[in-house]
């Protein structure tokens, strides 16, 4: 039985399951290793240190020299503690206890730590191809970033506009990052300048054409003009523009005016497209590209100057966005960080700072979890759980103890009970039935329901007197002699 105990510790310290550290010499490692002194000759089995091997390495440690370093890390992990992942494309999950690099499945992964798949491939494994005008992505529906900077939308299928200067824009909107090209407008710099047209918005329009397709198509003529290519003048009493196509519908009672007769307030807005406001008194904001902006709300309509966002163009971009050369570091729209945030900050914009249980507060810029661990006493993948030391591993090695105990106790149980009926049945088989027939004879009853006589005699002649009363003498005789005996038998 002490042996029995014995193998049982032993194995249960080699898979992690004792309730504290190993017993002395339990944990040695090889054959008859323990010395007089219970110290271990050849050093420890894997996971435990000390002199007599009786202390336990920290989780996910190979071999320690003590409880708060690790000197080999378990495959999968790396650091002194053993508590950050090996990247998902180290070959055979191993890699370096220190650094984290390894040798890569293949090409598909960043050579390194091999976390990471390359520009053009994605998935667990990375051997999925991104959208063709994908610099690299998540899915075949979603691009991190679009080749060239020249593409938009979820999947970099848009191309950016050829009126942005240098045909770059935001993947996610299709606003040109660096403004318009001469004689484009809009928000994507899709669009002519009044009185321009052509692909490369550098052709004009006829003399009297705000608006055209082509020198013979006008969308829109000046005020007094009206026509295919607004080369008629509407009647000199007109009031404003008359009907495009014909010259009629003109109000003959006012000359041409420009504001509200009562109010002074413009009717065809402002001449200067710096100027907004009712009455064009106000002045559109600086940070506007061209300092131009809708002539009601003020709103600039050709995006922000760099490194500005908003409706109004009135916010900075964070500091703590990474820059390109020459391009924007955000969006002009929501302020969103367009290549990522500078070390030890995350969010969209990157005004939030990395916690400062991460190890050298950097985190990852999407999810703020810890890019290289948490400081020591803290664990999870932000570090936001604080590390109570042996509470976990007492609790879930008494949790298996209890088990191991409470089956030992029930297979017990099942013996037990299964000898008690095997005792009961025998019992059974074994147990006969005596009974006095009519002529004072005993007989036995036994189990299959047979009669046999303890003294022979006829029990089919027919019974007399004489046989009765002789009964009853055997039987008072007997019940005579049966109490003389009791009396003696209990001193």
């Not at 994908?134 to 999947?155: P, R």
């Not at 994507?188 to 003399?207: A, I, R």
């Amino acid at each position: 039985m002490a042996r029995l105990i014995s193998v049982m510790l032993v194995l249960m310290c080699q898979i992690g399951l004792s309730m504290q550290a190993c017993a002395e010499c339990a944990c040695c490692k090889g054959s008859f290793t323990c010395g007089s002194n219970k110290n271990c000759r050849d050093g420890c089995i894997d996971g435990y240190f000390g002199a007599k091997c009786t202390e336990e390495c920290l989780q996910n440690c190979k071999t320690c020299g003590n409880g708060y370093k690790c000197t080999e890390c378990i495959p999968g992990y790396f650091t002194d503690k053993c508590t950050t992942p090996c990247g998902k494309g180290c070959l055979n999950n191993t890699c370096s206890h220190y650094s984290g690099e390894c040798t890569c499945k293949s090409t598909n992964f960043i050579e390194g730590r091999c976390d990471a798949c390359s520009s053009t491939m994605y998935g667990d494994e990375c051997n999925n191809t991104c959208p063709r005008n994908c610099g690299a992505c998540i899915s075949d529906t979603e691009c991190i970033w679009c080749k060239d900077t020249a593409y938009y939308g979820s999947y970099c299928q848009y191309r950016c506009s050829v009126g942005c200067v240098d045909e770059i824009c935001n993947k996610g909107t299709g606003y040109c990052i660096k403004g318009c090209k001469s004689g484009f407008n809009g928000y994507k710099c899709d669009m002519c300048f009044s009185g321009l047209y052509g692909p490369y918005c550098d052709l004009n329009c006829t003399e009297n054409c705000i608006e055209c397709f082509s020198a013979t198509n006008c969308t829109k003529c000046k005020s007094g003009f009206y026509g295919d290519i607004c080369a008629n003048a509407c009647p000199a009493s007109c009031d404003k523009t008359c009907s495009f196509s014909t010259g009629q519908h003109c109000n003959l009672t006012e000359k041409y005016r420009v504001c509200e007769k009562d109010t002074g307030r413009c009717l065809h807005g402002c001449n200067l497209v710096t100027k907004y406001g009712d009455f064009c008194e106000k002045q559109c904001s600086n940070t506007c590209y061209n300092k131009s902006c809708d002539l009601k709300t003020g709103q600039c309509l050709e995006g922000c100057e760099m490194n500005f966002y908003g409706l109004f163009c009135n916010n900075s971009c964070s500091t703590s966005c990474l820059s390109h050369t020459g391009n924007r570091t955000c969006d002009g729209i929501k302020g969103h960080c367009l290549f990522g945030c500078k070390d030890g900050f995350h969010g969209k914009r990157c005004d939030n700072i990395c916690s400062t249980l991460c190890v050298n507060t950097t985190c990852n810029h999407t999810t703020a979890e810890c890019l290289y661990g948490c400081i020591d006493g803290f664990k999870g993948p932000k570090c936001a759980k604080a590390i109570i030391p042996d509470q976990e591993a007492f609790y879930t090695r008494s949790t298996l103890i209890g088990s191991t105990i409470g089956t030992f106790l029930a297979g017990g149980i099942v013996v037990g009970i299964a000898s008690l009926i095997a005792f009961i049945a025998w019992r059974r088989r074994n147990t006969q039935t005596k009974q006095i027939d009519v002529h004072g004879y005993e007989s036995t009853i036994t189990p299959n329901g047979n009669r046999s006589n303890d003294d022979a005699h006829e029990s089919d002649s027919p019974v007399t007197y004489e046989d009765l009363k002789s009964r009853d003498e055997r039987l008072y005789s007997q019940i005579t002699t049966r109490q003389q005996i009791s009396p003696q038998a209990s001193n």
